[in-house]
């Protein structure tokens, strides 16, 4: 079972921005997507959300192609968390949070249990009151990602047993744009965390070494396709960067660490 890409075709317009891409997400798996300015990762995303009609390929979740899930059904097992979302109402924190519960029908008391946790789980527990109107913009690009986690939350994620069912999928557009270095981390660290409680997780991230210690699985793209796919140590080579990157890299690996670190040149 897995949220995938199978022979991919993306346009805009006349221009080709993915061709033939083969990728898949599976339940406790964390793939980042890293490369270039306009190799396609957003576009990418947004085609695995089924946000973006693909010119040639299919989406699959389960095995059943994306689009002949009903609107409900895609919205109970994938949620997505764009670069940016726009809100101007000046409701509070954990309404907005709530909102993620829609899927399920009409709102109770599980419903608003699973917002606070999710809240919680981002570091904002303390804020649930305020308006959201009030925060500052990495604020609420965090109570954005509790918003989606309570989309598709599962008790996993605050410890509870019982049977799991279909795994649900977080797909996240560089959400550690505009975070301080402790926002980042909390933010990573809930995504993290989703991924070990059995559901899937799809980043794109621009930080490769957040990429490196975060992700499962690093898809690299450029010149329209994924040129490399891989742990850590796969993907981040001298070779792989500069034909990516177009500029010259050295790696660093250093003992005390478990991933690469890649220095520009």
Known sequence: MSLSARELVLRRGARVVLDGVDLAVGPGEFVALVGPNGAGKSSLLAAMAGDLRPAAGQILLDGRPLADWSPGERARRRAV????????????VIEVVAMGRTPYGHPGRSDAAIARRALALVGLAALAGRPYTRLSGGERQRVHLARVLSQVWTPALDGQGGTRGPASYLLLDEPTASQDLGSQRAVLDSARRFADAGGGVLCVLHALDQAARYADRLCLLADQRIIASGS???????????AAFGIPVRIHRAPDLQHPLVIPR
């Open 81 to 92: 968390l764009p670069q940016a979302s726009t809100l101007d109402f000046p409701f509070s």
């Open 232 to 242: 850590a140590h796969d993907v981040l080579t001298a070779d792989a960067l500069e």
